[in-house]
């Protein structure tokens, strides 16, 4: 494609942006026309609605059982009443549509933003020449061939500065049907913000470095003019048929698998196919320049309207074999979207996701040129949001969401290489050893540069960071290695390593902006239950009421409510569970008629004497349904924590979460009462709500001190070592504490002046 930018504007686009400006009144074609929302439930309904005369106009071009929009002439409306298929009306009056929209259009507003309203076909050509004007190092555009009557058909190119080799094309193209006008906005959109972007975003900046964007914001040229100046909702080319009938559907016009299922041989029809695969001109120009760019590896046709994201194949019910890959990247764009103003777009391949359509772009654009093609359907969602003619307020929207969506798809389609933990690595690690964890390394589109992978660390917040290389234990796996170090410091760092063509990526995305934090302690075990024996456990409280469900200890038997199988791993079986029974049915042995209590046994939360600066925190599993039955989420768990052998209680939290899997809670004891050697956690599974289901399981209890190991010659605790320590090392001496008793040589609870050599040996060091 020639990189020469073209200024000169077509003289015959010109003169009818003047026609247009002044307001030249369109032929009322759609005087008491309807669009209805119609339900169809038998292929007869469908044949009956396709053979009213004149016949109707699908908007929605999905012929088959389910959801269509059909816009009828008033005679054909009255046809269509007497069916008696049921249906809502959506647009009264699809003249008024036409009419407001031209009216606005019209009046004009000269403050309006350009995306505030519809640009016509020279107006997107005269923005397309100062887009390109306005940053000519990054975007060129060329007239890559005529339409039929004649007019230009242009293509942008918007690429980054960085070294040029390998990089992907990425085609977005706009109007193969004339009166979805939000999708030339969209595509506009995309290639304003990628070239007002470059240099400051980011991601933006990494895209355009390594893939070249192509945009046709317009196909059908002549299509979109005449939708401008004659009929609003004209859709095909502007084909002379020769009977009468103008027009081919550009987009049943494609040589792949031309000729199929979902277009017709009839020259009136929407969807008709013309005589020959690419007998259009406008289909045979764009053809030609994808053949003519063999980097372009995805490509995307924008349209309106129905909000979907399809993916190949039209023609076929068949999935392609890589299948999988568009899952994946179908979820991507749809996520994409979805973050930014909430929209759903569904998504999934063509043929089944909404109909079967032959010859369309994105099968011969995946099928013969080998890159990865989708429709994308714009807003609004049904023409009760205005179909083709939606309020301009929706271009922007529409505009930046799916701007989020080709941005991931790129970065995702550029990215060489894919980085992530193999387990995530945890918050604390402990002191005085090394600490090795596993990162895998994916090649996607590129190759690991050898020995680039690293692991930087710090400790502390400032300050430079140190690397570690990655070390490979074969195939995608690598180790990393954070030297020992003291307890109680703080570990900053991230994984980093690049691809032979210099791309680098880090783990987190953000490297040494973002680093992960993590402590260096120690930790005492005081408490570990994990139920294969009953630890002290009591099951019943005050004001218990429950008649099933009762908690007691066993290996649980699924139902929808209650797990399968314990948390411990095997060869663990044993949990508490609320009568782990299955029953006749996910009702009998649920909790019913009140509550029943779990109450553990006495555990210690005090610091021990090994460690010093210990916080206590207390980790259990539970399991917790409450979503199932006639009357859910009526019923709650609350899980309370006491501190004087259960005299009082503290709400530690009120469980409501139907996770449908064991859940880890962790809770510092502090935060709730100061830890004492006197704890007891209690779990209180009920049944107030009357016929809901309600299951509850209890599993892997531990009681964990994080500190730092003291020094065993610290006998005051306070991290230091003085004359201090010897005083209190003196005084429990001298109260007979076993912990003074230091020296066992000449026996067990004999405390001598061996135990004070020791003392000494010990602070000595
Ligand atoms: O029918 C079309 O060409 C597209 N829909 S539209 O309403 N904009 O006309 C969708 C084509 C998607 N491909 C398949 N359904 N096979
Ligand atoms: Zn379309």
Same mark, same amino acid.
């Given at each position: 494609?020639?990189?020469?930018?073209?200024?000169?504007?077509?003289?015959?686009?010109?003169?009818?942006?003047?026609?247009?400006?002044?307001?030249?009144?369109?032929?009322?074609?759609?005087?008491?026309?309807?669009?209805?929302?119609?339900?169809?439930?038998?292929?007869?309904?469908?044949?009956?609605?396709?053979?009213?005369?004149?016949?109707?106009?699908?908007?929605?071009?999905?012929?088959?059982?389910?959801?269509?929009?059909?816009?009828?002439?008033?005679?054909?409306?009255?046809?269509?009443?007497?069916?008696?298929?049921?249906?809502?009306?959506?647009?009264?009056?699809?003249?008024?549509?036409?009419?407001?929209?031209?009216?606005?259009?019209?009046?004009?507003?000269?403050?309006?933003?350009?995306?505030?309203?519809?640009?016509?076909?020279?107006?997107?050509?005269?923005?397309?020449?100062?887009?390109?004007?306005?940053?000519?190092?990054?975007?060129?555009?060329?007239?890559?061939?005529?339409?039929?009557?004649?007019?230009?058909?242009?293509?942008?190119?918007?690429?980054?500065?960085?070294?040029?080799?390998?990089?992907?094309?990425?085609?977005?193209?706009?109007?193969?049907?004339?009166?979805?006008?939000?999708?030339?906005?969209?595509?506009?959109?995309?290639?304003?913000?990628?070239?007002?972007?470059?240099?400051?975003?980011?991601?933006?900046?990494?895209?355009?470095?390594?893939?070249?964007?192509?945009?046709?914001?317009?196909?059908?040229?002549?299509?979109?003019?005449?939708?401008?100046?004659?009929?609003?909702?004209?859709?095909?080319?502007?084909?002379?048929?020769?009977?009468?009938?103008?027009?081919?559907?550009?987009?049943?016009?494609?040589?792949?698998?031309?000729?199929?299922?979902?277009?017709?041989?009839?020259?009136?029809?929407?969807?008709?196919?013309?005589?020959?695969?690419?007998?259009?001109?406008?289909?045979?120009?764009?053809?030609?320049?994808?053949?003519?760019?063999?980097?372009?590896?995805?490509?995307?046709?924008?349209?309106?309207?129905?909000?979907?994201?399809?993916?190949?194949?039209?023609?076929?019910?068949?999935?392609?074999?890589?299948?999988?890959?568009?899952?994946?990247?179908?979820?991507?764009?749809?996520?994409?979207?979805?973050?930014?103003?909430?929209?759903?777009?569904?998504?999934?391949?063509?043929?089944?996701?909404?109909?079967?359509?032959?010859?369309?772009?994105?099968?011969?654009?995946?099928?013969?040129?080998?890159?990865?093609?989708?429709?994308?359907?714009?807003?609004?969602?049904?023409?009760?949001?205005?179909?083709?003619?939606?309020?301009?307020?929706?271009?922007?929207?529409?505009?930046?969401?799916?701007?989020? +969506?080709?941005? #991931?798809? @790129?970065?995702?389609?550029? %990215? $060489?290489?894919?980085?992530?933990?193999?387990?995530?690595? =945890? !918050?604390?690690?402990?002191?005085?050893?090394?600490?090795?964890?596993?990162?895998?390394?994916?090649?996607?589109?590129?190759?690991?540069?050898?020995?680039?992978?690293?692991?930087?660390?710090?400790?502390?917040?400032?300050?430079?960071?140190?690397?570690?290389?990655?070390?490979?234990?074969?195939?995608?796996?690598?180790?990393?290695?954070?030297?020992?170090?003291?307890?109680?410091?703080?570990?900053?760092?991230?994984?980093?390593?690049?691809?032979?063509?210099?791309?680098?990526?880090?783990?987190?995305?953000?490297?040494?902006?973002?680093?992960?934090?993590?402590?260096?302690?120690?930790?005492?075990?005081?408490?570990?239950?994990?139920?294969?024996?009953? +630890?002290?456990? #009591?099951? @019943?409280?005050?004001?218990? %009421? $429950?008649?099933?469900?009762?908690?007691?200890?066993?290996? =649980? !038997?699924?139902?929808?409510?209650?797990?399968?199988?314990?948390?411990?791993?095997?060869?663990?079986?044993?949990?508490?569970?609320?009568?782990?029974?299955?029953?006749?049915?996910?009702?009998?042995?649920?909790?019913?008629?009140?509550?029943?209590?779990?109450?553990?046994?006495?555990?210690?939360?005090?610091?021990?004497?090994?460690?010093?600066?210990?916080?206590?925190?207390?980790?259990?599993?539970?399991?917790?349904?409450?979503?199932?039955?006639?009357?859910?989420?009526?019923?709650?768990?609350?899980?309370?924590?006491?501190?004087?052998?259960?005299?009082?209680?503290?709400?530690?939290?009120?469980?409501?979460?139907?996770?449908?899997?064991?859940?880890?809670?962790?809770?510092?004891?502090?935060?709730?009462?100061?830890?004492?050697?006197?704890?007891?956690?209690?779990?209180?599974?009920?049944?107030?709500?009357?016929?809901?289901?309600?299951?509850?399981?209890?599993?892997?209890?531990?009681?964990?001190?994080?500190?730092?190991?003291?020094?065993?010659?610290?006998?005051?605790?306070?991290?230091?070592?003085?004359?201090?320590?010897?005083?209190?090392?003196?005084?429990?001496?001298?109260?007979?504490?076993?912990?003074?008793?230091?020296?066992?040589?000449?026996?067990?609870?004999?405390?001598?002046?061996?135990?004070?050599?020791?003392?000494?040996?010990?602070?000595?060091?």
């Amino acid at each position: 494609m020639s990189r020469i930018a073209r200024h000169r504007l077509p003289l015959i686009t010109l003169a009818l942006a003047v026609a247009t400006s002044s307001g030249l009144a369109q032929t009322k074609h759609y005087e008491d026309h309807k669009v209805a929302r119609i339900e169809i439930r038998t292929l007869d309904q469908l044949r009956a609605i396709e053979s009213l005369e004149p016949e109707p106009d699908f908007w929605t071009h999905g012929r088959g059982i389910g959801v269509v929009e059909v816009q009828f002439g008033p005679d054909a409306f009255a046809e269509f009443e007497a069916l008696e298929i049921p249906h809502r009306v959506v647009i009264e009056d699809v003249q008024a549509l036409v009419d407001a929209e031209r009216a606005r259009l019209a009046e004009g507003d000269p403050d309006a933003a350009w995306y505030d309203d519809f640009k016509t076909l020279a107006e997107i050509n005269v923005r397309v020449d100062e887009l390109v004007a306005a940053h000519p190092n990054i975007a060129s555009v060329a007239t890559i061939g005529q339409s039929l009557e004649g007019r230009d058909i242009r293509a942008m190119r918007i690429s980054g500065l960085g070294p040029g080799a390998g990089r992907i094309g990425i085609l977005f193209d706009g109007c193969q049907h004339a009166r979805e006008w939000i999708s030339p906005m969209t595509v506009m959109y995309i290639a304003e913000t990628l070239m007002n972007s470059y240099g400051t975003d980011p991601r933006v900046t990494a895209l355009l470095d390594s893939a070249e964007i192509f945009i046709i914001p317009v196909v059908n040229t002549d299509g979109y003019e005449y939708s401008w100046n004659s009929e609003r909702l004209w859709r095909k080319n502007r084909r002379n048929n020769g009977d009468g009938t103008f027009g081919v559907d550009l987009n049943r016009n494609w040589g792949y698998q031309w000729g199929g299922q979902g277009s017709s041989g009839t020259t009136s029809s929407q969807i008709y196919r013309g005589p020959s695969a690419f007998s259009e001109p406008e289909t045979r120009v764009v053809r030609d320049f994808i053949a003519a760019h063999p980097g372009i590896e995805a490509h995307i046709d924008f349209h309106s309207y129905t909000q979907l994201i399809l993916s190949p194949w039209g023609y076929t019910s068949t999935l392609p074999p890589n299948q999988p890959e568009f899952d994946e990247l179908n979820a991507l764009m749809a996520g994409a979207i979805a973050g930014v103003h909430g929209m759903t777009y569904v998504y999934g391949p063509s043929y089944t996701t909404i109909y079967p359509a032959s010859g369309v772009m994105p099968d011969w654009v995946f099928g013969a040129a080998g890159a990865k093609s989708w429709t994308i359907e714009l807003r609004p969602a049904g023409a009760a949001g205005g179909g083709f003619a939606p309020p301009p307020a929706q271009i922007i929207p529409t505009a930046e969401e799916n701007f989020e +969506a080709v941005l #991931q798809l @790129g970065a995702r389609l550029t %990215t $060489a290489l894919a980085m992530s933990f193999e387990t995530q690595p =945890p !918050e604390r690690i402990p002191s005085g050893e090394d600490f090795s964890f596993v990162v895998v390394i994916a090649e996607v589109t590129g190759t690991l540069a050898p020995g680039s992978g690293a692991l930087r660390y710090r400790i502390g917040t400032g300050g430079s960071f140190s690397t570690s290389p990655l070390v490979s234990l074969g195939g995608e796996r690598y180790e990393a290695t954070l030297p020992a170090a003291d307890c109680d410091s703080m570990y900053q760092f991230y994984v980093e390593a690049s691809s032979t063509g210099g791309q680098t990526i880090s783990l987190p995305a953000g490297g040494s902006l973002e680093p992960l934090d993590v402590l260096v302690s120690d930790v005492a075990v005081t408490f570990a239950d994990d139920c294969e024996t009953n +630890a002290g456990w #009591q099951v @019943g409280f005050p004001g218990d %009421t $429950a008649t099933t469900g009762i908690w007691n200890r066993m290996d =649980p !038997e699924g139902t929808a409510a209650q797990p399968e199988d314990d948390h411990t791993p095997a060869p663990g079986t044993d949990c508490w569970v609320t009568d782990g029974r299955a029953g006749a049915g996910i009702g009998t042995y649920d909790v019913d008629g009140g509550a029943t209590t779990l109450v553990s046994p006495v555990f210690d939360a005090s610091e021990p004497w090994e460690i010093i600066g210990g916080e206590a925190y207390l980790t259990y599993h539970r399991w917790y349904s409450n979503d199932r039955g006639s009357n859910p989420g009526t019923d709650s768990m609350p899980i309370l924590i006491s501190n004087d052998g259960g005299q009082s209680w503290t709400l530690l939290e009120d469980v409501t979460e139907n996770a449908g899997r064991w859940v880890a809670r962790s809770f510092k004891v502090s935060d709730f009462v100061p830890p004492t050697a006197d704890m007891l956690v209690r779990f209180v599974a009920r049944d107030d709500g009357g016929g809901s289901i309600v299951e509850a399981a209890i599993d892997d209890i531990t009681l964990e001190v994080f500190g730092c190991t003291r020094h065993p010659a610290d006998f005051n605790k306070d991290g230091v070592l003085d004359i201090f320590d010897f005083l209190a090392f003196q005084s429990m001496f001298v109260q007979r504490d076993p912990r003074a008793d230091l020296d066992h040589s000449t026996g067990v609870g004999v405390f001598d002046i061996f135990d004070f050599l020791e003392f000494q040996r010990l602070f000595v060091g």
